[in-house]
């Protein structure tokens, strides 16, 4: 299928060289392009006035050497990545089909949507780059010590042996479901938004690891293949193309695109400070609002993720009832994402929407809850997420949403095994959160020896730290530079504070979970000699 | 309560509160009545039979035979378990490259090994309905348009435009030249929705057709390429009945057209799935395959919307990849969808029935037009009412598939055993006699309305090559000693 391929789109990757020619002949230059290049054809030309065409012969005598303004300057060697060039400018994708049209075609390029085009032209975030720096030179104790430590994906290793182990056990008839069930059971179409037993199963779980406290009704759960859809679905059914969702920030860096990407959903990102231990202020909730309102934009609900991601945070009972009233008074949703709920390893107490809504008769209809496996059970894999809405309409629409986005059903049946054993269960969360706790200090205490200070977590699987001090400018290209030595010189790919909208410089969102306790060292070491070299530039 | 739940109500998006779900429907309906009601041979005799889903079933065991033997795939030994850390935790939009290489095999597999895929194209999405709104996100913008030539499934209209905004414009076939598509209907389409203001994106085809399970020949490929290639629009071939193909002629797919034409390989995407050639729409894998660079790279960072789990990922990645297993499940599977079909309408022909002449997909589009009343959308609606209500078959009218004539409906016949079949073989019998009273009825009544159906039925008979010959009722197996034909109005209006 080689000749499939389109022409080489380096060619095509035209980086507005510009400045070349000095500004002020460009300027004049400019409305004149059409004609000089033959594109605004001859009845343009004729438009034109004569003493423009009198003082364009007067310009191209004098400065004959000069060649025509910048139509392709597609020079490749403009193309030289340095280490330190990570974002890729934005490319023009719309020649590259050019060269393959059919002489008989009808001309013009071939377009895709605009949602299309908005991501080939955007580049990659620093975010996309980190990772595929780990994808491309992974860090591997004994087969590649300098590779690139991942410190950026919120996935936890820490417990998967203990569900392997249930899998030996159990797992014989978890897939197949025994004789009584059969093939027919797995493989046929089943419920789009969730096996039954699934939903059950999911509810205990989500009770267990809430504390208990809460009773979760399996009627109200909407099953997708992930948190991801499940947060889509949510902004698909609760806003309009052109509405806006206000989420604290800092948020985590894939929620623009769970949320803004296909639905034309608006994110207003609602500034939270380190003054406030990074605690959302209703103040601040309150200006955000109304500054959408002045921009015309109409908000559709608030977005939280409780425990914070990637501050680690809780919202204490009271913030939650303070932001209730506001939706109320509003008149607007909340989607609260708890998806890292049982993955807690502070003192603090974890407070569930659902807890808060329980205790109220009136308003349930705003709230909606996203919840998911990848996390507190650390199967990101299975792509078993949840919706758990009070609002019928909502739970309507979104069932019919799943058929884009359901889970497979042999590993529905697999979860649904795992899931009701409960015993299992207990201890498997137990131990989860004693060594997410482990791992958490040590690796705490790690940046505290190296002076780097993180805010109190007490969930979730990475911790917010304070690099600020690390940093040559007190700004968003401080703290780029930092993120490219720490990515490029430290093989280290952590995620900067700017990817998640946090609006001080110098924070760094570092996800410890995916590593072993051996390879704390091996970070601390590389981090502290990045801080030395810092040190002794300033 | 109920008032805050309709203020509330109010406060939800258009998609979520308007009907583009398109769930109020006769096709959903049947479904409906199914679900209220459904057959069991021995504890439900007389509920519905459940003919408007196109699963296949018939070649479960294989499959299941196949999972018995191989544990480890799914990791239910000791040793497939060793497997499990890696896969639980693999979120990677790409997919496994072991899955992505095998479902390129066993696309090629589907398509008679005559063409190769590259695993590098492979796009993994929620099942084919999530396969077709992907492609639409990425190759179009809220108020474009697709042409597609009807009839055609019904959830497409959900499917292709509900969440991404975008519309169909159909391109009306019919049972002049048994439901082909010609260059000039599409032209026509293309030139009205252009005269409308409709921007056109593409092209949508069903290759093998649902519901009409026919195959594309060739030529119409080849017309159709060069249709989309002059107006530089896209084509997006649904393919997910390749390997339902039982009978002459062969499949052609698009990738074998292309391969031999001048074209911009940059307009042509493919959407795939599992779900009817293995029969696997549990496991929602979906597929898109496009030749066109960004699409595979945008359509990538979609697949986070509906990532096939990694546990069946690795499954799928060990079945396919057993060549043996994927030869012999095709053959198997070829060989039995061909009895059924053979079986079921042969029994329609007993009843003097007929129907499109296929030779692919799960299902048979049956003529029923001389059994309603009136010929329009309506009619057929009075007669469907009857089949799903009193003769208790879900079957699809044809409107649901927005075909233009009326009185074609959609049985699908490969999600039961044999004794099913018979059963719902029977009613269908019965339904011909209960109709045929009711005709007899109002010929008395009217006999110039017997005369229009008849010249009706003569044209519809053309569909059918023995009838084209001429030996319509004449042929032996249609006067079985059990059938009413002989004595129906229409029979003696043919002869």
């Given at each position: ?62 400065h ?17 990545e340095?280490a ?7 490319v ?15 001309g ?9 085009n ?14 595929r ?8 104790e ?15 290793k ?6 392997g ?16 069930l ?54 698909f ?20 695109r ?5 639905t ?22 309150d ?20 425990p ?39 003192s ?10 329980e ?29 758990y ?14 058929r ?30 004693e ?52 990515l ?51 | 309560?109920?008032?805050?739940a ?32 459904p ?34 795939a ?26 992505r ?21 492979v796009?993994m ?73 409709i ?43 390749a390997?339902?193909?039982f ?11 292309i391969?031999d ?54 499954m ?13 499940f ?5 060989k ?12 329609l ?11 692919a ?21 009075v ?6 209500n ?11 598939f ?29 339904l ?12 008395v ?7 229009q ?12 090559r ?30």
């Amino acid at each position: 299928m080689t000749r499939t391929r389109p022409a080489d789109p380096s060619t095509n990757r035209s980086k507005s060289t510009g400045g070349g020619g000095g500004t002020t002949v460009m300027r004049v230059i400019v409305p004149l392009q059409g004609v000089v290049q033959g594109r605004g054809g001859l009845v343009l030309g004729s438009l034109i006035p004569c003493a423009l065409f009198y003082f364009l012969q007067l310009y191209l005598k004098r400065h004959r050497s000069n060649p025509n303004p910048p139509t392709p300057p597609p020079s490749p060697e403009s193309e030289s990545e340095q280490a330190g060039q990570l974002v890729e400018l934005p490319v023009l994708p719309r020649s590259l089909s050019r060269a393959l049209l059919s002489p008989r075609g009808a001309g013009g390029p071939v377009y895709v949507s605009g949602r299309a085009n908005s991501v080939l032209k955007g580049g990659e975030s620093p975010y996309d780059v980190g990772l595929r720096k780990v994808a491309e030179d992974p860090y591997d104790e004994l087969g590649n010590q300098n590779g690139v430590i991942q410190l950026g994906l919120d996935e936890n290793k820490l417990s998967l042996d203990l569900v392997g182990d249930w899998l030996v056990d159990n797992a014989k008839d978890a897939i197949l479901g025994g004789d009584e069930l059969g093939i027919s059971g797995i493989v046929c179409y089943q419920p789009l938004d969730g096996l039954m037993e699934l939903k059950v199963a999911v509810a205990g779980f989500m009770s267990q690891v809430m504390g208990k406290s809460v009773f979760f009704d399996p009627s109200q759960i909407v099953l997708t293949a992930g948190a991801t859809p499940a947060i889509e679905i949510l902004s698909f059914c609760l806003a309009d193309s052109g509405n806006a969702f206000l989420v604290p920030a800092p948020y985590y860096p894939g929620l623009d695109r769970d949320v803004k990407w296909r639905t034309g959903v608006e994110i207003i990102p609602v500034p939270c400070r380190s003054a406030d231990k990074f605690n959302l202020s209703i103040t601040a909730l309150d200006r955000a609002f109304n500054q959408a309102k002045k921009r015309g934009l109409k908000v559709r609900g608030i977005i939280i993720s409780n425990p914070s991601n990637p501050v680690g945070s809780l919202y204490s009972r009271e913030s939650l009832y303070n932001l209730l009233d506001f939706a109320r008074e509003k008149n607007i949703h909340i989607i609260s994402n708890e998806i890292f709920s049982g993955s807690m390893h502070g003192s603090e107490e974890f407070v569930s929407m659902a807890e808060i809504v329980e205790s109220e008769d009136l308003d349930r209809n705003r709230v909606h809850i996203v919840y998911g496996l990848s996390k507190d059970l650390s199967l990101p894999g299975f792509r078993a997420g949840a919706i758990y809405s009070y609002n019928k309409n909502v739970l309507a629409a979104a069932k019919k949403l799943t058929r884009f986005s359901s889970i497979s059903s042999p590993s529905q049946r697999l979860l649904i095994s795992m899931l009701s054993d409960t015993k299992f269960i207990r201890k498997f969360i137990d131990t989860s959160r004693e060594r997410l706790r482990a791992m958490y200090l040590k690796f705490v205490t790690g940046l505290n020896q190296l002076g780097i200070e993180c805010t109190k977590s007490n969930g979730g699987f990475s911790c917010w730290a304070d690099m600020s001090g690390l940093i040559r400018s007190y700004s968003e290209k401080g703290e780029f530079e930092l993120w490219d030595r720490l990515l490029n010189v430290a093989k280290l790919n952590v995620t900067p504070g700017s990817s998640c909208h946090c609006i001080e410089p110098g924070w760094f969102r570092f996800c410890f979970t995916t590593l072993t306790e051996k390879d704390i060292p091996v970070v601390m070491e590389r981090i502290r000699k990045i801080s030395e070299t810092c040190k002794s530039h300033s | 309560m109920a008032s805050s739940a309709s203020k509330n109500s109010l406060l939800l998006s258009k998609i979520a509160t308007n009907e583009k779900h398109g769930e109020n429907s006769p096709y959903f309906n049947g479904w409906k009545a199914y679900d209220q009601n459904p057959f069991h041979p021995t504890e439900n005799p007389e509920g519905v039979i459940q003919m408007g889903l196109a699963e296949n079933q018939l070649s479960f065991d294989l499959v299941e035979e196949w999972i018995r033997k191989n544990p480890k795939a799914s990791f239910c030994t000791a040793e497939g378990v060793e497997k499990f850390r890696s896969v639980a935790n693999f979120q990677d939009y790409h997919g496994f490259p072991e899955f992505r290489q095998a479902i390129a095999t066993f696309m090629s597999k589907a398509r008679g090994g005559r063409v190769t895929f590259d695993p590098d194209r492979v796009v993994m999405s929620g099942g084919a309905t999530g396969a077709n709104e992907l492609v639409m996100f990425c190759l179009a913008d809220p108020g474009d348009a697709f042409l597609i030539p009807s009839p055609y499934y019904p959830a497409y209209y959900r499917d292709l435009g509900w969440r991404t905004g975008v519309q169909i414009v159909p391109v009306d076939c019919d049972s002049s030249n048994n439901f082909k598509i010609t260059k000039e209907a599409v032209e026509a389409a293309y030139e009205k929705a252009k005269n409308n203001n409709i921007k056109v994106k593409g092209l949508i085809i069903t290759n093998p057709s649902n519901p009409l399970g026919t195959t594309l020949d060739k030529d119409t490929l080849e017309s159709l390429v060069t249709f989309i290639n002059q107006k530089n629009i896209h084509l997006v071939c649904d393919e997910i009945y390749a390997a339902t193909v039982f009978s002459s002629p062969k499949y052609t797919c698009i990738t074998q057209v292309i391969q031999d034409m001048d074209c911009n390989p940059n307009l042509i995407h493919i959407v795939y799935s599992l779900s009817k050639d293995m029969g696997f729409p549990g496991l929602r894998v979906g597929i898109v395959y496009s030749y066109n660079d960004d699409v595979v790279n945008i359509g990538r960072k979609m697949s986070s919307f509906g990532l096939v789990s990694s546990q069946t990922q690795h499954m799928l990645a060990s079945m396919l990849s057993d060549e043996d297993f994927v030869e012999k499940f095709l053959a198997t599977s070829s060989k039995r969808l061909a009895k059924r079909h053979r079986v079921f309408t042969k029994g329609l022909e007993e009843v003097g029935i007929s129907y499109l002449k296929s030779n692919a997909g799960l299902f048979c589009w049956m003529d029923l037009r001389r059994l309603l009343k009136d010929q329009t959308l309506d009619g057929e609606m009075v007669l469907w009412r009857v089949i799903v209500n009193e003769v208790k078959l879900n079957v699809s009218p044809g409107s649901s598939f927005k075909c233009v004539e009326p009185g074609w409906f959609r049985v699908c016949f490969a999600n039961m055993d044999d004794d099913t079949v018979e059963v719902a073989l029977k009613r269908i019998r019965a339904l011909v006699g209960q109709e045929k009273k009711a005709q007899e009825q109002a010929q008395v009544k009217s006999t110039k309305k017997r005369w229009q159906s008849n010249l009706r039925l003569s044209f519809s008979s053309s569909t059918r090559r023995f009838e084209q010959e001429g030996v319509s009722v004449k042929s032996p197996h249609m006067m079985s000693p059990h059938s009413p034909m002989p004595h129906t109005p229409f029979v003696r209006a043919i002869t």
